[in-house]
């Protein structure tokens, strides 16, 4: 059974760095249900604690980070990238493990986002973009989703099975 990455955030579990939750949904449940969902939150896999600080990254995107050309800075200016990769490279871990191809990750976010994350500036612009754990997972071939395209998640899932 093809198995699914999920974020955390969106299970309901208390992780999102203002400790709250953004889930359940419905099609989730259903994935839980069967036995498909690996859960992972990968900020704090990383070793962030809940709540946290929030954290954006300042004139790059996840790639940049990947690759050593920006960093993910906090609202108090402290450099978290090192958390954010031992996040992202867990999640791989998880990928390579399970044989996942399918991801359902938090939009926005400066891990999880898959087409939108904010500009670095904590001033709530998005720019298109996406986080570093979805940067990393796309990478490497996975297909990457947020909560705001269950449908298209469900569509592809069902290509693979």
């Known amino acids: 059974m093809q198995k699914i990455l999920v974020s955390r955030c969106l299970l309901g579990h208390r992780v ?4 709250g939750a953004s889930g359940p949904f419905d099609q989730l ?4 249900d069967e036995g498909r969902i690996v859960p992972l ?3 704090v ?5 809940t709540p946290r600080a929030a954290a954006e990254i300042p004139g790059g ?6 690759d050593g050309q ?15 990769l031992s996040g992202a490279y867990q999640a791989l871990e998880l990928v390579q493990k399970h044989g996942i191809r399918i991801a359902v990750l938090k939009a926005n976010s400066p891990s999880c986002g898959n087409l939108l994350t904010y500009d670095g500036t904590f001033s709530g612009v998005k720019v298109s973009g996406e986080g570093v754990t979805a940067a990393l997972l796309k990478r490497n071939g996975v297909l990457v989703f947020s909560e705001l395209e269950l449908a298209e ?4 899932l069902a290509t693979l099975n």
Not at 71 to 79: A, L
Not at 153 to 156: S, T
Request: proline share 5%; net charge negative.
């Open 16 to 19: 999102r760095y203002d400790g």
């Open 29 to 32: 449940q259903v994935w839980l």
């Open 41 to 43: 939150c990968p900020e």
């Open 45 to 49: 896999a990383g070793g962030l604690p």
């Open 61 to 66: 995107q996840g790639a940049q980070v990947l």
């Open 70 to 84: 920006a960093s993910v800075i906090t609202t108090e200016g402290f450099d978290v990238s090192a958390q954010f």
């Open 153 to 156: 998640a469900a569509q592809a």
